[in-house]
């Protein structure tokens, strides 16, 4: 099985890097499988103080002061404590998971463990479910864990504080006195916002759309029209001297003088993340390009928050999408 180190999820707008020694990973659109070797954790005694740092973590850095991240956990138990895991971690000592983690006598349950230089460790909840949601997300400078069994209600595990700088969030599979153990994240879903009060057990579901065209372009050329100032100009407006790309992860965009925004991620041909900034909320694009007869197939997807959010962002997706299949066609008739 393939070990890559950068793992990259559909809605999830950044990178995913190993804290760690790679591990077996399937990943698949808005899904993930990460199998672990034996004894292997993330803890730091509270009593002792002894690290436990045989895990890894898949991690990519959160390009946002508040956001959400939310997944459906489901663990292969098969020794006490294996856990499939939701992790923050502003520092290397000061660190967040919510496992979804099986007891000593084979009660799976919620655990939280929050670490600052030595971990604590408290159960929030005993399931009988082979399958929870788990959320993580941070406002105001605090994170809150919440948890579910079935999707719809949700209930707050904890909510704590970490330190005010940027953090890392993403996933972890512990197995510490087991052979190894297997946990599978899947309709993972990212967004730059808290969608819900800390309390309310209903949190509403991110609104979303996808918006796909194929344009008669190779695929080089539809990545340049979207990546070159002046292609890009060509099409989505503005002129070479106001339309600014500096194309790579955390590089800012400027089209004329109302749009700009900057690169979450950038796959080269393959993947761009873009961030618009607007008064009321940045909004988060993700665009993919792959080969299809004898074009290009362009997918874009959105996660929003309202539904004029949403309404409004397919709406004005199409149109671009338009106008830039008009100006690669213009292109290769030419």
């Known amino acids: 099985m393939d070990l890559p180190e950068v793992v990259r999820l559909t809605g999830v707008p950044m990178a995913l890097r190993w804290s760690g020694a790679p591990l077996p990973v399937q990943p698949a659109e808005d899904a993930l499988t990460i199998t672990t070797g034996p004894r292997t954790d993330w803890f730091v005694d509270p009593a002792t103080g002894e690290v436990t740092a045989t895990g890894s973590a898949l991690l990519g850095v959160a390009p946002h002061r508040e956001?959400?991240?939310?997944?459906?956990?489901s663990v292969d138990f098969a020794s006490a404590?294996?856990?499939?895991?939701?992790?923050?971690?502003?520092?290397?000592?000061?660190?967040?998971?919510?496992?979804?983690?099986?007891?000593?006598?084979?009660?799976?349950?919620?655990?939280?463990?929050?670490?600052?230089?030595?971990?604590?460790?408290?159960?929030?909840?005993?399931?009988?479910?082979?399958?929870?949601?788990?959320?993580?997300?941070?406002?105001?400078?605090?994170?809150?864990?919440?948890?579910?069994?079935?999707?719809?209600?949700?209930?707050?595990?904890?909510?704590?504080?970490?330190?005010?700088?940027?953090?890392?969030?993403?996933?972890l599979t512990q197995s510490p006195t087991g052979e190894g153990c297997r946990a599978r994240f899947t309709q993972i879903s990212y967004l730059n916002a808290v969608v819900h009060d800390?309390?309310?057990?209903?949190?509403?579901?991110?609104?979303?759309?996808?918006?796909?065209?194929?344009?008669?372009?190779?695929?080089?050329?539809?990545?340049?029209?979207?990546?070159?100032?002046?292609?890009?100009?060509?099409?989505?407006?503005?002129?070479?001297?106001?339309?600014?790309?500096?194309?790579?992860?955390?590089?800012?965009?400027?089209?004329?003088?109302?749009?700009?925004?900057?690169?979450?991620d950038v796959v080269d041909g393959r993947r761009l993340v873009m961030e618009t900034a607007f008064p009321g909320g940045d909004t988060v694009m993700e665009m993919t390009f792959s080969d299809h007869e004898g074009g290009t197939r362009v997918r874009v997807g959105q996660r929003c928050r309202s539904t004029e959010e949403r309404d409004g962002?397919?709406?004005?997706?199409?149109?671009?999408?338009?106008?830039?299949?008009?100006?690669?066609?213009?292109?290769?008739g030419r």
Do not use: N
């Open 67 to 73: 956001f959400t991240l939310t997944a459906r956990v």
């Open 81 to 171: 404590f294996d856990a499939g895991a939701l992790v923050v971690r502003p520092a290397p000592d000061h660190w967040a998971k919510l496992a979804h983690e099986i007891s000593t006598q084979r009660q799976p349950m919620l655990v939280s463990v929050v670490t600052r230089g030595r971990s604590d460790d408290a159960t929030g909840l005993h399931t009988d479910a082979g399958t929870v949601w788990l959320k993580v997300s941070r406002r105001a400078g605090a994170y809150a864990f919440h948890a579910s069994t079935d999707g719809d209600v949700w209930h707050l595990i904890r909510h704590f504080y970490l330190g005010e700088q940027d953090c890392e969030v993403g996933f």
């Open 198 to 264: 800390l309390h309310d057990a209903a949190h509403p579901a991110p609104l979303e759309y996808v918006v796909e065209r194929d344009l008669a372009a190779p695929r080089d050329q539809v990545w340049q029209a979207w990546t070159d100032p002046a292609a890009f100009a060509s099409w989505f407006g503005g002129d070479v001297g106001t339309v600014g790309l500096d194309v790579r992860p955390g590089g800012r965009w400027q089209a004329g003088t109302g749009l700009s925004g900057r690169y979450l």
């Open 313 to 332: 962002g397919r709406q004005g997706t199409e149109v671009l999408l338009e106008a830039c299949g008009d100006f690669v066609t213009g292109q290769e």
